[in-house]
């Protein structure tokens, strides 16, 4: 089955770094997002994106974060400058039409602010 | 507002056993409703969703919603070693999935 691949699986930074997380969605899905987990939390929305535009954020995703698709192909979230509570494991997930509700999760890349 | 909670677990069963996994929605605009699997170290993996008040059943599987007590069920029939797992339950509003924490069982064999 196609596979959402997410890189890298465990970024680590300093706190007031820059960080960008990628993913590459599966190929013909259009709709994009982005969810973290803190450990030992629920799974939280952040941002949704489709047509290249933001569809809805959550109050987390502040002016810090953001996202695009540089190439058209992979979906890249950055935060600007981390601080210690962005230490969570951020899924990327992506979907079509086709697949109606069903959003195809990648495997996560744990970050880790010090 | 927007909220999921689920049993906590965890949740132990020996093998064979019947589990049943429970949520509470609070908000009425919920329109769809999911149950995730989730592995240690990976995504969450859909396993089933539905729309309406009833049940849905796929292979040893059934969910059950009940619109009207806001309640969310999973039952799992002739559970199985390869079952131990997170599983959450979530709800859709807008195009965002509000998930329950989660509840981890174990089946031991």
């Known amino acids: 089955e196609p596979e959402v691949t997410q890189t890298p699986s465990h970024q680590v930074t300093q706190m007031g770094q820059e960080v960008i997380l990628r993913c590459v969605p599966i190929s013909n899905h259009l709709y994009f997002y982005w969810y973290r987990q803190i450990l030992g939390q629920k799974v939280e929305f952040l941002v949704s994106?489709?047509?290249?535009?933001?569809?809805?954020k959550s109050e987390i995703f502040d002016d810090q974060f953001s996202v695009e698709r540089p190439d058209g192909s992979n979906f890249t979230l950055k935060i600007r400058s981390t601080k210690l509570e962005d230490s969570a494991m951020y899924f990327c997930?992506?979907?079509?039409?086709?697949?109606?509700?069903?959003?195809?999760f990648g495997s996560g890349t744990q970050l880790s602010v010090l | 507002q927007k909220e999921v909670e689920q049993d906590p677990g965890p949740l132990s069963v020996p093998e064979g056993a019947i589990v049943s996994l429970n949520c509470t929605y609070s908000?009425?605009?919920?329109?769809?409703f999911m149950w995730y699997r989730q592995y240690s170290r990976k995504g969450p993996e859909l396993l089933m969703y539905t729309y309406s008040s009833g049940n849905k059943e796929d292979g040893r599987f059934t969910a059950q919603v009940d619109k009207s007590s806001k309640y969310i069920s999973l039952f799992i029939r002739d559970s199985q070693p390869s079952d131990s797992a997170t599983y959450l339950c979530a709800s859709k509003a807008g195009t965002a999935l509000i998930f329950g924490k989660g509840t981890t069982l174990s089946v031991s064999s």
């Open positions: 908000n009425s605009a919920f329109q769809y």
């Open positions: 994106f489709y047509n290249n535009e933001i569809s809805e």
């Open positions: 997930a992506t979907k079509t039409v086709a697949t109606n509700e069903k959003l195809f």
